[in-house]
């Protein structure tokens, strides 16, 4: 019946409040009267009048302030002060007209007051009825979705439990908060219990959700509530935090999982300001790789220090699109009412590409370039290392010359800490990359700038695109007739910064989108070991780290990150199922819900990680961020083996690539050959 009533047309709706506001208005006129003479009467045939008047002043003011365009289910505080808005106007005129007109209608004066407030009372009363309906069928139907209890009983829980009751998707059992003012009292019906109440509270109240609506609390405290929450099989979220709520990018009722802040189990890093805009505000900045999820997060970052431009060089076209896009919202909604918000400029090219890289870097003269474009997935770069060293390693190489020829003032290498001792191709072609860069900043400080002659002919680059033998590092100046850009040797040298840092929290590829992704589909968890331990970092915190550390760089400097503790990833999946309120099946307990699988270590996969190859790491500005010293290669004994290795990438010398690399990169532990197109190749030539 109710859905039949309540979900018909609007006019059907309309015409029903209607009738029942003028029932009430008859019902209020009829109980004014009998009250005022004491006795329960008839109406006289002489108040009809009244009676038709009654409604006849009644609707037309209703109509006026649009209460019949209210949905009754959502009536609130406003909607009610509206209407006691509109009785009152009614209340005036009923009683000028019952004092000064009404007397031979036999009404006495008082029912001019008494009626209009029996008739506010009716209306109110109706309204709160209906809107006491949906609820209780809200809560009837939520009874089969789940039992939310809050965590916070400030404004924010509230106002989610007011969301929760709306959308009537949960039972609200009540909240939890450390208030002595609070606990033992109810808030709107919902009653507060104390934090050392809440395991009884979740087995008595059989809880399956719990909220936490607490975006304000210190990332210390909020970590303890979420480990004393671990192991009450209830599946933990979060309202939005304060920025994004001030900022209206969520709203209360838009439930989170945990951040992943909160299973990193420590405070970020926080940025001083400073350092984070030196080298970006109101000059031209260029990001490779810009639609990463490094890259991506370095240009959110970058535009919130106010650059003049912003270059997107990125090789996939729709990771360039998503990027470009938000950026352009995010840098209007940054740039403030009087600021003009900063250019943006996507780019579609490869970093290996050097002509195209070249015009892109002359044509806007970038002071401060980011180099995060890299194939950074281990198995997939250990499956195809020809293509992995040709992209970390020459793709780097090659925007390292442009920034020579060009004389960017700042280049700064996005690093891993997979560069320290490697035992994957990947990890090895990173500590390549930044050999590259230490031996240019060796050779560009000593005035010894590197020829890349030889070079140009392993890569078989044309004559016409290649720089001079010898090239100073120096800008290239901007011919008027369009001829071949000369050297200048007034241009400032380029200072190359490397910065290493460890597994990224919830970018592409990270242990936490994928445990979030088999937890949803049931399981299993897929582990490679267990002992597997990692560093790890969010998202935001790298890429400030990156623009902090370039700031502070001098030249041929390896950046590292005080990161704590490293993480057990078999810790950090069972944190992951109990917070989602369920239980790790495994031996000691056959009747969990999400069991966890070990796989075996992958080709190349390390069971720690290291940040630091030497020892002794300087401290800088910093208080979180450390300088290594680690040993580099001059340039002059360099290229002669980077020209072996592009020979050997060319002629698909896999294990050649391996040997060289054993004796380029310190540390380098060479597992099994797995590239698939070598492994082919030999099944063909001996199935022939």
Same mark, same amino acid.
């Given at each position: 019946?109710?859905?039949?009533?309540?979900?018909?047309?609007?006019?059907?709706?309309?015409?029903?409040? *209607?009738?029942?506001?003028?029932?009430?208005?008859?019902l209020?006129?009829?109980?004014?009267?009998?009250?005022?003479?004491?006795?329960?009467t008839?109406?006289?045939?002489?108040?009809?009048?009244t009676?038709?008047l009654?409604?006849?002043?009644?609707i037309?003011?209703?109509?006026?302030?649009?209460?019949?365009?209210?949905?009754?289910?959502?009536?609130?505080?406003?909607?009610?002060?509206?209407t006691?808005?509109?009785?009152a106007?009614?209340?005036?005129?009923?009683?000028?007209?019952?004092?000064?007109?009404?007397?031979?209608? #036999?009404?006495p004066?008082?029912?001019g007051?008494?009626?209009p407030?029996?008739f506010?009372?009716?209306v109110g009363g109706?309204?709160?009825?209906?809107?006491?309906?949906?609820?209780?069928?809200?809560? /009837?139907?939520? +009874?089969?979705?789940?039992?939310?209890l809050?965590?916070?009983?400030?404004?924010?829980g509230?106002?989610t439990?007011?969301?929760?009751?709306?959308?009537?998707?949960?039972?609200l059992?009540?909240?939890?908060?450390?208030?002595?003012?609070?606990?033992?009292?109810?808030?709107?019906?919902?009653?507060?219990?104390?934090?050392?109440?809440?395991?009884?509270?979740?087995r008595?109240?059989?809880?399956?959700?719990v909220?936490?609506?607490?975006?304000?609390?210190? +990332?210390?405290?909020?970590?303890?509530?979420?480990?004393?929450?671990?192991?009450l099989?209830? /599946?933990?979220r979060? %309202?939005?935090? !304060?920025?994004?709520?001030?900022?209206?990018?969520?709203?209360?009722?838009?439930?989170?999982?945990?951040?992943?802040?909160?299973?990193?189990?420590?405070?970020?890093?926080?940025?001083?300001?400073?350092l984070?805009?030196r080298?970006?505000?109101?000059?031209?900045?260029?990001?490779?790789?810009?639609?990463?999820?490094?890259g991506?997060?370095?240009?959110?970052?970058i535009?919130r220090?106010g650059?003049?431009t912003?270059l997107?060089v990125?090789?996939s076209?729709?990771?360039?699109?998503?990027?470009? /896009?938000?950026?352009?919202?995010?840098?209007?909604?940054?740039a403030?009412?009087?600021?003009?918000?900063?250019?943006?400029?996507?780019?579609?090219?490869?970093?290996k590409?050097?002509h195209?890289?070249?015009?892109?870097?002359?044509?806007?003269?970038?002071?401060?370039l980011?180099?995060?474009?890299?194939?950074?997935?281990?198995?997939?770069?250990?499956?195809?290392?020809v293509?992995?060293?040709?992209?970390?390693?020459?793709?780097?190489?090659?925007?390292?010359?442009?920034?020579?020829?060009?004389?960017?003032?700042q280049?700064?290498?996005?690093?891993?800490? =997979?560069?320290v001792?490697?035992?994957?191709?990947m990890?090895?072609?990173k500590?390549?990359?930044?050999?590259?860069?230490?031996?240019l900043a060796?050779?560009?400080a000593?005035?010894?700038a590197?020829?890349?002659?030889?070079?140009?002919?392993a *890569? #078989?680059?044309?004559?016409?695109?290649r720089?001079?033998p010898?090239?100073?590092?120096a800008?290239v100046?901007?011919?008027t007739?369009? $001829?071949?850009?000369q050297?200048?040797a007034?241009?400032? +040298?380029?200072?190359?910064? *490397?910065?290493?840092f460890?597994?990224?929290?919830?970018? $592409?590829?990270?242990?936490?989108?994928?445990?979030?992704?088999q937890i949803? #589909?049931?399981?299993p968890?897929t582990?490679?070991?267990?002992e597997v331990?990692r560093?790890? !970092?969010t998202?935001?915190?790298?890429?400030?780290?990156?623009l902090?550390?370039?700031?502070?760089?001098?030249?041929?400097?390896?950046? %590292?990150?005080d990161?704590?503790?490293?993480? +057990?990833?078999?810790q950090l999946?069972?944190?992951m199922?109990?917070?989602?309120?369920l239980?790790?099946?495994?031996e000691?307990?056959?009747?969990?819900d999400i069991?966890?699988?070990?796989?075996?270590?992958?080709?190349?996969?390390?069971?720690?990680?290291?940040?630091?190859?030497?020892d002794?790491?300087?401290?800088t500005?910093?208080?979180?961020?450390? =300088?290594? #010293?680690?040993a580099l290669?001059?340039?002059?004994?360099?290229?002669?083996?980077?020209?072996?290795l592009?020979?050997?990438?060319?002629?698909?010398?896999?294990?050649?690539? $391996?040997?060289l690399?054993?004796?380029?990169?310190s540390g380098?532990?060479?597992?099994p050959?797995?590239?698939?197109?070598?492994?082919?190749?030999?099944?063909?030539?001996?199935?022939?």
């Amino acid at each position: 019946m109710q859905s039949r009533i309540f979900n018909t047309q609007t006019l059907p709706r309309q015409l029903l409040a *209607m009738g029942m506001d003028i029932l009430c208005a008859w019902l209020a006129l009829w109980l004014a009267i009998s009250l005022r003479l004491d006795v329960w009467t008839a109406p006289y045939r002489a108040q009809g009048i009244t009676y038709l008047l009654a409604p006849a002043l009644a609707i037309p003011i209703m109509l006026r302030f649009g209460l019949y365009r209210a949905i009754f289910r959502y009536t609130g505080f406003a909607a009610m002060v509206t209407t006691i808005q509109a009785i009152a106007v009614y209340g005036v005129l009923f009683f000028c007209y019952v004092v000064f007109v009404g007397n031979p209608t #036999h009404v006495p004066r008082s029912v001019g007051i008494l009626q209009p407030l029996m008739f506010l009372l009716l209306v109110g009363g109706n309204r709160a009825f209906i809107r006491g309906l949906f609820l209780y069928s809200g809560q /009837h139907e939520a +009874r089969q979705q789940g039992r939310l209890l809050i965590y916070g009983a400030g404004e924010t829980g509230i106002q989610t439990a007011g969301a929760i009751r709306n959308a009537r998707q949960y039972t609200l059992i009540g909240y939890v908060d450390q208030d002595p003012a609070k606990i033992g009292r109810s808030i709107n019906g919902a009653e507060v219990w104390s934090p050392a109440e809440l395991p009884d509270v979740i087995r008595d109240s059989e809880v399956t959700d719990v909220l936490l609506a607490i975006p304000s609390l210190p +990332r210390a405290r909020r970590n303890a509530i979420i480990q004393s929450l671990q192991g009450l099989n209830v /599946h933990v979220r979060s %309202v939005p935090s !304060m920025a994004e709520l001030t900022s209206g990018r969520s709203g209360v009722q838009q439930f989170q999982e945990l951040d992943v802040e909160d299973l990193l189990g420590r405070d970020p890093v926080p940025p001083v300001p400073a350092l984070i805009a030196r080298d970006i505000q109101d000059r031209v900045v260029l990001v490779t790789g810009a639609g990463g999820s490094i890259g991506s997060e370095l240009c959110r970052q970058i535009v919130r220090q106010g650059p003049r431009t912003v270059l997107l060089v990125e090789h996939s076209e729709f990771a360039l699109y998503r990027i470009y /896009h938000e950026l352009r919202a995010l840098a209007a909604a940054t740039a403030g009412p009087q600021g003009t918000p900063a250019t943006m400029v996507p780019l579609l090219g490869d970093v290996k590409d050097l002509h195209h890289m070249r015009e892109i870097v002359h044509t806007w003269q970038p002071a401060t370039l980011y180099h995060a474009a890299a194939y950074k997935h281990v198995p997939m770069v250990e499956h195809n290392p020809v293509q992995g060293l040709a992209n970390n390693v020459f793709g780097t190489l090659t925007m390292a010359r442009v920034a020579l020829e060009c004389g960017v003032p700042q280049f700064v290498l996005i690093s891993t800490d =997979k560069a320290v001792r490697p035992t994957n191709v990947m990890g090895a072609s990173k500590r390549l990359a930044e050999m590259c860069l230490q031996a240019l900043a060796h050779a560009t400080a000593s005035a010894a700038a590197p020829g890349f002659a030889p070079l140009d002919d392993a *890569m #078989h680059i044309p004559p016409g695109d290649r720089p001079l033998p010898q090239l100073p590092a120096a800008a290239v100046a901007t011919a008027t007739d369009g $001829s071949p850009a000369q050297p200048s040797a007034a241009a400032p +040298r380029t200072c190359f910064t *490397m910065v290493r840092f460890g597994n990224v929290l919830g970018s $592409s590829g990270s242990v936490v989108p994928l445990f979030r992704q088999q937890i949803a #589909h049931g399981g299993p968890i897929t582990l490679t070991h267990p002992e597997v331990t990692r560093y790890f !970092m969010t998202i935001p915190e790298a890429a400030q780290l990156v623009l902090q550390a370039g700031a502070m760089g001098t030249g041929g400097d390896v950046f %590292v990150l005080d990161m704590g503790e490293p993480v +057990r990833i078999l810790q950090l999946a069972r944190q992951m199922v109990t917070l989602s309120g369920l239980s790790v099946r495994d031996e000691q307990h056959p009747e969990g819900d999400i069991a966890i699988q070990i796989t075996g270590l992958r080709p190349g996969e390390k069971l720690y990680e290291e940040l630091l190859i030497g020892d002794n790491p300087q401290p800088t500005e910093h208080p979180r961020i450390m =300088k290594a #010293h680690e040993a580099l290669l001059p340039w002059e004994q360099l290229q002669p083996l980077l020209v072996e290795l592009q020979a050997h990438m060319q002629a698909n010398e896999v294990e050649a690539l $391996s040997g060289l690399l054993l004796r380029l990169v310190s540390g380098f532990k060479a597992g099994p050959i797995v590239d698939w197109l070598s492994l082919a190749q030999k099944s063909t030539s001996v199935q022939k």
